[in-house]
Each structure stands twice: as structure tokens, then as C-alpha cells.
């Protein structure tokens, strides 16, 4: 099947031309910043009305990346998730872990890199959590000969040393944020604090739709691409929209991604799964909408795990990606108008749907996208049959794959890596 | 005496820098946390930074504007020294009314103090009940790094039914278009940040500095300049009030402050003095230079 793929996408609603959604977004910055926002803004909306931007850039999700990611119908899996003595849902999977890199944080990048050179700079900065955001950044920065410096949390680098490692072999700088909580927010604090300092000939190429304008925006448009490409495919093969769509939400690019072509269908119900930790009720988690205040975080005004002084709280999350305290105010938006909808879940339940569809399926899935595969669990549980009897259908986005958390999941189950004895051979 | 023309409002604090250039001399604005090393300690440092009126003896001048810092999570233009002090205080429970008392016992030394905060713990207390509450301790107004006049409609209508002083940044990035809009917005007087980067001490002054006074200067000629980020002793702070009307030292006094807690005299102010009375010096140095 042929794809469309989109120019970087129509203009949009929301945000406004300050970058607001209603109250949420803005530009909370220090005004040493404000220049380079202005000149990224620019430089994004000529790229937008250049079809050789959009020439180039698909031409490089097309050959580089491995773009149309594929949908996989997941059935073994949704056996698991239908309802007491009920029909299991029909449960398919975006398949963006297939990407070059392993995540759909490549789409964005590959995008941000070309504004760069556009923007005659020669050096990216970048702040991950999991690393795979830092990995596509590094990856990029080889492919484009751009210098490339990633802030990491110690936290980070520790429980994700594979890709610190994949960085370094890439050619980044890789520093080991030690202020704060030691994660992804201190990461972007660092990375914040070296773009004041190197903004003339430095890009901060942020991963996830969070961030001061126009970060919301123009990654929402460089992972829009996901869910143009899953409707499609999904009106293809089922010959309907989906029911529900289910990603997981951290600073939530992979979510938007997929979301945003389904924004005006309501028929099509958006679910954001955020981290759950050790329960929301431990106050050990990452969920910043389900059990968040709005506020002020980088740059930006959205829901954020803070205390009564506004204080940011730290997050806690098994999954590294999802690790956050505040999320893209876009997501804030659609929470507050009631257009989607944002639940928690819990690390053992993720990991519980990461076990699964490794086992079942043969898909093992990074663990911030096991926690949409929790939900979808969830949804097919309770979502009612459709009005001609057919079960529901859920669209997940499987925003990564699971190699880098093998230590992780190690740990987590006691796997046993010594190998049994052989007993080949053996008469018995 | 001569003050600067009717154009900028300039409100207490910047009366007050005004009254200090039009005698001679540039202002000396100094920054300390409120919380670090602990709540009951940094009110005696930020009294310390102040004029120490003894009877039968005035030779110890001190800043002539306090900037109360209140510690903030996630703190992004500031350098190692000032996150490091702001952490602990952080980590040992200051809470954001903690500041009033600060200015509280600078204003009883007869000293102006400011509060310089991150914009979400403003936000989260509430502008209008913030801006209250700092002016009944007597504060003059507030300096806000990351808030910028695009996103302070609710602190300009707090400031304005309070008669506080709102300080806002620019930088040697900004447009002539944001600095002619910041240096309106503004009233007190306008933070020039002169290099671009975060806080801390540097070596040598910013050439970045003169040029950029200059360009807020054609905004406004009637505005209060107060210039910050790099500077350490009293011969910057000179150099500084050459050309601006008041300089900022923040990381420079912070430091003295770690030094004595890293050598196990946590409640040791003699190093502090020690800053505050060579910078106290290098801007009444500066007599001969001012034009």
C-alpha cells in the first residue's frame, strides 16, 4: 500500500500564534531564550511552506527510517483483554518500534535536523531520559556531520547504560546531569542552561511536545506522521476508524503523534497512559495529569507534580521515558476539555503487558510503550461491544522496542541468564 | 540634587538607584537566598549585606538593594554555585513565606529589598495574595527571571494594585522591538543581563555590557539600568557602575556563604563582610569616573 506521507501538516488551530492552548503552553523563559524561539518559529513555518523541506524530509522517513511503519494485528494478545465471559477487542499495534533507531522519536529528530541546518547552526544539544531520544539525536547529528552534546540524568545513565553507550559510539558527548533528582527534568534543566550559553551556533533539539513555543508545536507536527499513516492504514484493512487509540504519555510526543489526525473524530476515543509507579496513592509516580496541579515547568504552563509552593516533586517511574513531571500542554488541553483521557498505570501492570506480549506475540515492546499496552488491556476489559456486535478495535502505539530495558525486565523478573544444563542427548 | 527626568516609572527601587547615581556614584544590588544555609541564618546574612550602623562609626557601607532569592526546584539560569546553595536550602524546608521575613529584616535596617523568584512559585501562591504579602513586609517589588511582560498580565495587575516594583530582564539577544516593550513594562528599573549564559563569577567583565545599556538607553533614556551575571570584586563592580546605573553581585556573596558551611562554620558571616565591604568600596571608588 502507498502512503501519503503529509508536508509537515496543515495550520493548525492550536496553539495560538503566542502558543497557547487556551491557558496551557506559553513561553515561560528567560528572555535570553526568546530570540532563538523566535528565530526556530521563523524558520518552521518557511519550512512548512517549502515543498523541498517536505521533499527531503520524506525522503528521508522513507529511506532512512523505514517509513510506513506497518500495523500488526496483536490477537494472541487480546485474548488477554476481553471482558469476563465476554468477545476480546481487536487490538492492533502501530508499529513504531520498528523505526531505525527502535522508537518514533527518530521522526522528530530527522525534522529538528534539518531546521538546524537551515538555521546555519552546527552544534544540537539534547535531553532524554531513556536514552532513545538521545540516541536518534546522536544519530542524526552523524548523519547531518552536526556536533551533538545529550544531557542525561545519573539516574538515567545508569539504569540505561546500553544507550549511553550507543551514543558514544555515535559520536555525542554524552554528560551525566548530577543536579536535582538526577532524571529527565534536571536533563532539560542542564540542557536549558547550555543553549543560554550557546544559542548563536546551538540548537536545543527537544524530544517530546513539551517546552516553551514552539517545541509543542512543531513536534507535534513532525509526529504527526504516525497517526496519518495508521489512519490510513487502519480505513484500509478494517474499513472504519478505530474505537480507541491508547499511547503512552510521558512529555507525550509519541501520543500526540498518533492523536493528532483523530482529534476531529470523535467517534474515535484518545486514551493517555501515564505512569503509574508504585500506585498513584504512594505519591511514587509519573502521573502528572491524573494526580497533577497546573503550573509552571519549562517554559511552559501545564499540569506538573508539584507542592503547595509550587516546588516540583520528583517522578518515579520503572520506565525511564515516562520519568517526568510535567507534560505537553497540549495534552493538559485535551484533558481539560474532556477530549482525551488520561489514566494511570502502574509499573507492575506494565511490565505485566510487556511480559505478555513478548510471550504471546513475539514483539517485546520498550517498556513506556508496555504501559499502553497495559491500558489497552484495561480498555478492552470495559469498552462495550460496537452497536453491530463486532468487538471493540484499539489502536496502540508501540512507540518502541525493548532491547534497551533487557536489564530492566532482568531484574524485575529474576531471570535466570546462566542458561539450563544440557540434557541433549541424554537417554532418560 | 538631580534625578534623571520624567519617562520611566520608576518606582521606590528605582528612585532609590537614581537618588544613589545623581550623588555620584552606581548602586551596589546584592543577592543572597532566603533559606541557606537555614531560614534563621540567611536573615542574619541578608542583614549583613546591609549598612551596619554602629554608633560613632559609618565605615561600613553596605549593598544599597538586597535581592531576597527564593531556591526553586528547577532553577534554570542559574550556575552551579547559586543551584548548590538553592538545593539545600530547598532540601532543609524553606518555604516560599520564608521570603517575607527575609525582606523583613532587611527593611528594618533601613535597606530596600526585592524578591527575585521563579514565576511558578508566584503562581502558586497567587499573584495578587504574593504581591500582598510582600508589601506588607515592606519589599519593594519583585525580579522574575523566567517571566517575561507576553506572559505577566496577572503580575502586572498584582504589582500595579500593590505599588510594587516589577523587574524584568533583558539580554544582549533581544530585539530593539522587546527591549523598547520589556523597558515599558517594567517599573523600578530593568536587569540587564550581560552575557549570555547563566549565573556565576567570571574573570573578566562582559564586553556585551556597555553595548547593551546603550541600546536600553535609546529605548528609554530616563531608565535605571542595574547590570548583573559575572561580577565578583569590587574593581568589576566599578568597572560596571562606569557605564550602568547599578551592578548585581549574586554568586559572588553565595559562594562565601558554601565556603563556610564546606568548612564546618556554617553561621560564619566574616567572609561574607569581607565581600560586601570590597564591593562596597569599588562602586564608591567609582566617583571620579562617573560622568
Partial sequence: MVIQTPSVGSPPTLPDASGHFDQFGGKFVPEALYAALAQLEAEFHAAQADPAFATELNALLADYTGRPSPITEVPRFAAHAAPTGGVAPTIVLKREDLNHTGSHKINNVLGQALLTRRMGKTRVIAETGAGQHGVATATAAALFGLDCTVYMGRVDTERQALNVARMRLLGAEVIAVESGSRTLKDAMNDAMRDWVSSVDHTHYLIGTVAGPHPFPLLVREFQRIIGTEARAQILQRYDRLPDAIAACVGGGSNALGIFADFVPDPEVALYGFEAGGAGVQTGRHAATISAGSVGVLHGMRTYVLQDADGQTRESHSISAGLDYP??????????????????????????????????????????????????????GRRLPQRSDGTPPLILVNLSGRGDKDVDTAVRWFDVDTSGSPSTAGQTR | ?????????????????????????????????VGYPDVATSLLAVEALCSQERSGDDQRPGVDLVEVGLPYSDPMMDGVTVQRAGTKALARGVRTRDAFAAVEAVAATGTQAVVMTYWNLIEQYGPDSFARDLAAAGGSGAITPDLTPDEATAWIAATDAHGLDRIFLVSPSSTDERIAATVAACRGWVYATAVMGVTGVRSQASAAGPALVRRIRRADPTAMVGVGLGVSNGAQARDVTTYADAVIVGSALVRTLLA???????????GLRAVVADLAAGVRASTSVVS
Fill in chain 2, 1 to 33: 540634587m538631580t534625578t534623571k527626568g520624567p519617562g520611566a516609572d520608576l518606582g521606590r527601587s528605582g528612585r532609590l538607584i537614581a537618588d544613589i547615581t545623581a550623588s555620584g556614584r552606581g548602586a551596589l544590588v546584592g543577592f543572597l537566598h
Fill in chain 2, 260 to 270: 563556610a558551611e564546606d568548612d564546618g562554620r556554617p553561621d560564619d558571616l566574616s
Fill in chain 1, 326 to 379: 510535567g507534560v505537553g500542554p497540549e495534552h493538559s488541553w485535551l484533558a481539560y476539555t474532556g477530549r482525551g483521557h488520561y489514566e494511570a498505570v502502574t509499573d507492575a501492570e506494565a511490565m505485566d503487558a510487556f511480559a505478555l506480549l513478548s510471550r504471546t506475540e513475539g514483539i517485546m515492546p520498550a517498556i513506556e510503550s508496555a504501559h499502553a499496552l497495559a491500558g489497552a488491556v484495561k480498555l
